[in-house]
């Protein structure tokens, strides 16, 4: 019986989608339909069918599941001790002097090996 009442809350919820997905394709035609009004007006088009959208689509399992994976993540972002400015700043020159290395490196490379292929062809 429980398997039956998740068939039909798939199937609700995929039906809440499509409407969903026609609230926003509504919004953005609407918005290059209705091109004689101004901007802000087309803007507030679009707007209005995201947040239908997303409004419909919350409350659907993948809806709810997604805000839930949402609210776990921003609570895992809150947990993490972010490095300081100072420690930022010296990773940043770390890797930029790594860059920089790296490029010359690959750059007397290049040359060698331009070099080498003239020395061969005998373009000298």
């Known amino acids: 019986m429980t ?4 068939t ?3 199937s609700l919820d995929w ?3 499509a409407i969903a997905l026609v609230f926003l394709a509504g919004g953005i035609a609407a918005f290059y339909y209705f091109d004689q009004y101004h901007l ?3 803007v507030a088009m679009v707007l209005s069918g995201s947040i239908a959208s997303i409004a419909l689509v919350y409350f659907t399992t ?7 994976f949402t609210q776990e993540s ?3 972002a809150q947990k993490v001790v972010w490095p300081g400015r100072q420690e930022t700043i010296q ?3 770390g890797v930029l002097i790594m860059v920089i290395l790296v490029a010359i490196g690959l750059w007397l490379l290049d040359m ?3 070099f080498i292929t003239r020395l061969l062809m005998g373009g000298g």
């Open 3 to 6: 398997t039956e009442i998740d």
């Open 8 to 10: 039909q809350q798939t």
């Open 15 to 17: 039906l809440k989608i």
């Open 40 to 42: 802000l007006i087309r």
């Open 62 to 68: 993948i809806g709810r599941s997604t805000w839930e």
């Open 74 to 76: 921003w609570t895992e």
């Open 91 to 93: 990773a940043t020159a």
């Open 112 to 114: 060698f090996l331009v």
